[in-house]
């Protein structure tokens, strides 16, 4: 991430973990985190290269690497001096010259993923940062989890649509990896007919959240039964939380309202261990549905991401589609999903769309997410794999083509939905994929050749 003088592209650098102080305080009024301007950064490379400083005390390290090797793919330089010309050819970003501004989250969420409020804080961050610089911007999100009712109405996916009309931004975020792992089961409920779903869970799972979206105008009972036979239910449709215990496993039941953002109802059921050994209740579970007035009828159910489950916990009979993670169902982002360049192949952990709402098309494009080699947190280079990876080529074809339009004078308005128009026109066929657009590639794979116009 440095210019062939060896000073850094990095503009800013907002450290969320960090305290603030008065040499590096927190950004515009946030009053959280540490900023480290270019100059500091700079300063910092120098002490470090004379042996000032040493490594480990540096400030806004990369400890898990998956931001780095997510930039590195972006906006990563190759050092041509020295190893393998034909490696490092590989290994270097797709807009390498490019500025970069990079945020590191805070305080993380039980389920390993930032809370929102940082995440929105990381965006207002940048968006805010481009306007003061007076430069268009392109933010990446290689982040989400499986929460929400995936139509695009959540809070966050709500914040994103409408700080992307800010400032000349373009935002970018993956579909997930969760296309493969059975976390996400469908259908559509008609009266008089009760319908089961069976949810296998594993040994030795500490905790387990099962979501189930509907319409709120739909009424059905639901009855839980446990492994062993016992069962719970059907319950009351009443806000506030329920409990009840079966089989050493205690059940946490939430009803949920419409919200100012969406017409759809949640109902959320936790499970947690009730005895000392600390796991729940093993086997295969069953949740039936009884219908009591069904108008619309389809309901949707959503397992925690697979990161954070035992392997095989799962649904049996699972609808791969819809497997979007969250907040990459939002209308106005570019949603980029996988496949492997070597093979020419969909990647099946890619997740798949379309959102709750049919007609609206997730993902856009596929990037290449499989066998990845990009930069390593120390120096060096990694091989990565997932949506994470495949979302910064999209980033850093967007860059390019902002570039292009905007700085270089050729279309002083390609940034946004503009962009996203351009990917999607430019976008290449997959082989095994005879209409476009489909819930796996969206419209293609991407190609920033095809996407400037002539």
Not at 72 to 97: H, I, K, M, P, Y
Not at 201 to 227: C, H, M, R
Not at 376 to 393: L, N
Request: some cysteine; charged content about 15%.
């Amino acid at each position: 991430f440095r210019n062939a003088d060896g000073t850094t592209r990095i503009l800013r650098i907002w450290d969320q973990t960090k305290e603030p102080d008065g040499e590096h305080p927190a950004p515009f009024d946030y009053g959280r985190g540490a900023e480290y301007t270019t100059e500091q950064i700079n300063e910092l490379i120098r002490a470090f290269e004379a042996g000032g400083i040493s490594r480990n005390v540096l400030p806004a390290t990369d400890n898990s690497g998956h931001g780095t090797a997510v930039t590195g793919v972006a906006a990563g330089s190759a050092d041509f001096t020295e190893g393998d010309l034909q490696s490092l050819r590989r290994a270097r970003g797709v807009a390498s010259e490019s500025n970069i501004i990079v945020v590191k989250m805070g305080v993380p969420s039980p389920d390993s993923f930032p809370r929102t409020t940082e995440l929105m804080l990381a965006v207002d961050y940048c968006v805010r940062t481009g306007i003061a610089l007076n430069l268009p911007t392109v933010i990446n999100l290689s982040i989400g989890n499986t929460y929400g009712s995936h139509d695009g109405t959540s809070l966050l996916e709500t914040y994103l649509d409408t700080v992307s009309d800010l400032g000349r931004t373009t935002i970018v975020i993956g579909s997930g990896n969760e296309g493969a792992a059975a976390g996400h089961t469908s259908g559509v409920l008609q009266n008089d007919m009760q319908e089961r779903v069976e949810l296998a869970v594993t040994s030795f799972e500490t905790k387990l959240s099962l979501q189930i979206w509907k319409n709120y105008a739909d009424e059905f009972g639901i009855v839980i039964e446990a492994p062993g036979g016992t069962s719970v239910g059907p319950f009351e449709s009443i806000l506030g939380m329920q409990q009840f215990v079966i089989e050493n496993t205690n059940l946490l039941l939430y009803y949920g309202e419409p919200g100012p953002y969406s017409s759809t109802q949640e109902i959320y059921i936790e499970f947690i261990p009730a005895d000392a050994a600390g796991y729940i209740q093993s086997g295969i579970w069953n949740i039936r549905l009884i219908p009591r007035g069904i108008i619309d009828g389809e309901y949707h159910m959503w397992l925690p991401e697979s990161s954070v489950l035992n392997f095989n916990t799962r649904f049996l009979r699972p609808t791969t589609d819809t497997t979007l993670t969250i907040p990459s169902t939002a209308e106005k982002v570019i949603t980029v999903g996988a496949y492997d360049s070597a093979l020419l192949s969909y990647a099946d952990f890619s997740g798949r769309g379309y959102t709750r709402v049919i007609t609206r098309v997730k993902p856009e494009i596929v990037a290449p997410g499989v066998n990845i080699l990009t930069a390593a947190p120390g120096g060096g280079f990694t091989t990565v794999s997932g949506t994470s990876f495949a979302t910064p080529f999209v980033s850093g074809a967007a860059a390019l083509l902002m570039e292009w339009g905007i700085v270089n004078g050729n279309d002083l308005f390609l940034y946004g939905e503009k962009v996203k128009a351009f990917l999607i026109r430019g976008a290449s066929p997959l082989p095994g994929f005879l209409e476009y657009p489909n819930p796996q590639v969206g419209w293609g794979a991407l190609c920033v050749e095809n996407s400037l116009p002539e």
